[in-house]
C-alpha cells in the first residue's frame, strides 16, 4: 500500500490508508487514547482503544481507516491503527511540540532546533522561506536573468574591511565574502543580468535582533539601464513574484501563522532622502519606521554618498547625493541597491588610487562595463516582516551570531 | 525605440532597430569595415561604409537596419548604423575574444576571467550550469523536497578533520563547511525531503584537474525510505530534469558546444562494488572510466564501509559493504549518496563515544528520525563532464585552489 499524507486524508473517507510519520501528542481518556501523527503536510488524529506505548516523537509507519469526523482538524479521524515503529526517541524531547504554540524562550528554542524546527509554526516560516526563493528566481528567469555561482573565499573585503572574517587561506590571508558584490558586477560583462542567492557573511559585533553573522543574500545585477529607476522596477517584479509565490506554494504555512501578504502595486511609491525629513546621513530605525506608517512598501532613493560603498554612482545632479535606493517594508529596511559606477577612472578615483587590492574585480571595468546597478535582498529578514517576528534568529534556521555557533 | 537582441534581429528585416552590447571584433576592408557585436544572446555583423573609432570591448548603443544576407551569422546584417557609446576600455584586452576558441593557456584565461568568461564559448558552460541547477530544483520540488538554507559556519568537521579551513569566530575556533551533510539530515526531521544548492569547502592539498577549494553542491536528503534503492531512484529524476532542463533552456549553448547530451533511461543501470572486478576498498580513476566504456551513466552500489563517512549504514546482510552509491557519468564519479544511520544509539557506536563535538547534530537522532538518505552532486563536475572539458577549472566561474584566490 502506498503512503499518503496526511493533509489528503480527507479525500478517502472510509479506506484503509498507509501514512507515516511522528507521534507530536497523545491524550489518555480512560479506555480510548488520541494520537496526534505529524508528517511534512500537517496533523492527524488517530483513535486508540487499547493502551499502545508510543512515546512522542517516535517515528511511525502505520495503517488506518479514513473516518469522517467534523470535530477533529482536518475533518476525519483514523480508526483501528496498526502501527509499524520505525525509531524510538532515546529520551523525551526537551521542547513541548504538542503545544500550539511554542511556550520555550528563543534561546531554547534555538539550542534545540533540530527539534523546536519540527513544531508546525516554527516549520511554516520556512516554508515562507523556500517559496520565496522559488518566487525571486522565477521573476528574474522570466526576465531573462542568468544564475551565477560566485566565490565565498576572497581576497579583499567588499563592503569595507571592518565586519569581516580572516582565514588562512593555504598560507595566504582571504576573508569570507560580505557579499557577491564584485563579482554579479563583473558577470555583468558576460551575462548582462544576473542573479545568485547564497550565503554572506559579517563579522558583526552588535547583538542586535536585526543582525547576523551570517545570512542568505538574494542578489541580482543588470546592465544597460538608465538609472537606478530601471533597477527599482526589477525590484518590484520581484517581490511581486515572491508574493505570488508565498500564496501559491505556501498556502498552509499561511493559515496556520495568519499572515496578511502585501498588496503590491504596479509602482512602488518612492520618496528622496531629501525629501524624508531626515537631518542625517542615513535613516533610523525608527525613521524607517515612522515613513511606513501610511503603507506597506516605500522605495527611499538618492541616499547621501557619504553613507553609501565605494562603488555608488552618484546623482549627476546633485553629487551629494547618489543613485541609491532601499526597500522598506512594514518598518524595516528589506533591500538595498542601486547603479554603480561603470568607468575604470570612475573606480581609480572612488578609490583614491588604491587600486591594488581591487585588481580582479576592476579588470571589468578596464575592459568595457555598461551602465549597470543591482539590488541584495536579505531572505530572513523578508521572512521576519513576513510573519511580524522581533527577532531575525526566528527565522532563521540555525542562527550563526557573537555567542551561537551551534547547532 | 526598444532595444532588442541579436537572435531577434532575422524577425525584423528591412526595419530599423535597435541594439546595444560589446564590439566583439573588427575587421577593415578598404572602403568597408565589418564590426561583431555581441550581446547575452549572441553575435551580429554590423556594415559601416566610413572609417569608425571603436576600440575592441567598446559597450556600445545603436540604431541600424536589418538586412538578410544569407552568407552573414545569422542570416542578417546591420546597415547605416548610428552609434552611442557607453563606454570604452581603457586598455586593449588582454584576451583575444574575436577567435572563434581562445588561444591562450588555462592560467591566463583564468588569470583575466572578468574578460575571458565574455567569449561566447567560455560563456555557454555556466548556461549549462545555470540551466542544470534550475532542473535539479524543479525536480525536487515536483517531488514534494523543500529547498533549504544551511550555516557554512560550523563548529566541526562534517567528512573528516584534514582539509577543513579552520577560523577564529569571535574568539573561538569554527570552521567552513565541508558539506550540508549534518543539516539536511536535521531537516529531514522537519520537512521529510529537503534539498539546498551552495558552496562547500575544502582545504584540498592536492593540485588536480578534479579538486577545487569552493564548489557548488546540489544536495538533497529524504525521510522514509526503504534502503538506498529509494534514494538512487530520486537520483534518477534529478539526472533527467537536469539534462532536459538544458535541452529546454540552453540550447544556443548546446549548438556553441556540440554537446551530445546522455539519454537517461527509466532505470540507471546499476553494479554491486563487489561486482566491479575492483580488489580494493575504492575505486581508482581508471577503474571509473574503464566501468563507463560500455554506458554513459553506471550507479556503483554497495562500497565498503572502510571508505565512507561515519554515518553511512551498513548492508545489513553483508555489514563490511554498505548501503551506498555513487552515480558515474563518463567515467567519473559525479554524484555520492547513500542511506545513513538513524538511530541515535548507532551514531554514539559509529562515533566511539566521541560525541561531544557532534551534539547538535545528534539531538536529530536522539529524538526520533526515519530511515533516510540522499546524495550530493557537484555541479562543476557534472558541466565539466557534460562539455567534454579535462580540469573542472574550464567550468568554474572563479576558481578557487592550492594557488589561485582571485579574480
Redo the contacts between chains.
Keep these: 500500500m502506498k ?1 499518503i499524507l496526511t493533509m489528503e486524508l480527507s479525500r478517502h473517507p472510509g479506506e484503509r490508508v498507509r501514512l ?1 510519520g ?1 507521534i507530536h501528542a497523545r491524550r489518555d481518556l480512560g479506555a480510548v487514547s488520541f494520537l496526534i501523527l505529524r ?2 503536510s500537517g496533523l492527524a488524529q488517530i483513535v486508540v482503544g487499547e493502551p499502545v506505548e508510543l512515546a512522542a ?3 511511525v ?1 502505520l495503517e488506518a481507516i479514513v473516518v469522517p469526523a467534523p470535530q477533529a482538524p482536518g475533518g476525519v479521524e483514523l480508526h483501528e491503527p496498526t502501527f509499524r515503529v ?6 523525551p ?1 526537551p521542547i513541548e511540540l504538542r503545544r500550539p504554540q511554542l511556550k520555550e524562550t528563543l534561546p531554547t528554542i534555538l539550542d ?4 523546536s ?2 513544531h508546525p509554526r516554527r ?1 511554516a516560516a ?2 515562507l ?2 517559496a520565496s ?2 518566487g525571486f ?1 522565477a521573476a528574474l ?1 522570466a526576465l ?1 536573468f ?10 579583499s573585503a567588499t563592503e569595507g574591511g571592518a565586519n569581516v ?6 598560507g ?1 590571508r ?1 576573508f ?1 565574502a560580505q557579499s557577491p558584490q564584485f ?1 554579479k558586477q ?2 555583468v ?5 544576473v542573479y545568485t542567492t ?2 554572506v ?1 559579517r ?1 558583526e ?1 552588535h547583538d542586535t535582533g536585526r543582525h547576523l ?2 545570512y ?1 543574500s538574494l542578489d541580482a545585477e543588470l546592465g ?1 539601464i538608465r538609472d537606478h529607476f530601471d533597477v527599482m522596477a526589477v525590484v518590484r517584479e520581484v517581490i511581486a513574484g515572491m508574493v505570488g509565490a508565498v500564496r501559491e506554494r505556501a498556502r498552509r504555512a499561511l493559515e496556520l501563522l495568519e499572515i496578511e501578504l502585501p498588496d503590491v502595486p504596479v509602482e512602488i511609491e518612492w520618496l528622496h532622502f531629501a525629501d524624508t525629513g531626515v537631518d542625517d546621513v542615513d535613516l533610523a530605525p525608527a525613521d524607517e519606521r515612522r515613513l511606513c506608517e501610511t503603507r506597506e512598501l516605500l522605495f527611499v532613493t538618492g541616499y547621501p554618498m557619504a553613507k553609501r560603498p565605494f562603488y555608488t554612482h552618484p546623482d549627476s545632479g546633485r553629487p551629494h547625493y547618489s543613485n541609491s535606493f532601499d526597500l522598506l517594508f512594514r518598518g524595516l529596511e528589506i533591500v538595498t541597491g542601486g547603479q554603480r559606477l ?4 570612475d573606480y581609480v578615483a572612488a578609490l583614491d588610487g588604491n587600486t591594488e587590492p581591487y ?3 576592476l ?9 549597470h546597478g543591482g539590488f541584495a535582498l536579505g ?1 530572513e529578514r523578508w521572512v521576519a516582516q513576513l510573519v511580524g517576528a522581533r527577532n531575525i534568529r526566528e527565522t532563521t ?2 542562527p ?1 551570531d ?2 551561537r ?3
Design positions: 503512503r507515516a511522528w508528517d511534512r516523537e517516535s517515528v509507519e520505525l525509531a524510538e526517541p532515546a529520551e524531547p534545540y532546533a533540530p527539534v524546527l519540527r516549520r520556512f516554508e522561506a523556500a526563493l522559488h528566481r528567469e531573462d542568468t544564475e551565477i555561482s560566485t566565490p565565498k573565499i576572497v581576497a572574517f580572516p582565514f588562512d587561506y593555504f595566504r582571504a569570507l563579482y563583473t558577470l560583462g558576460v551575462f548582462e543580468r547564497g550565503p557573511f563579522a559585533p553573522a551570517e542568505t544597460f561603470h568607468r575604470y577612472d585588481e580582479g574585480y579588470q571589468a571595468f578596464k575592459y568595457g562595463m555598461p551602465p531572505l534556521l540555525f550563526r557573537l555567542n555557533l551551534t547547532p
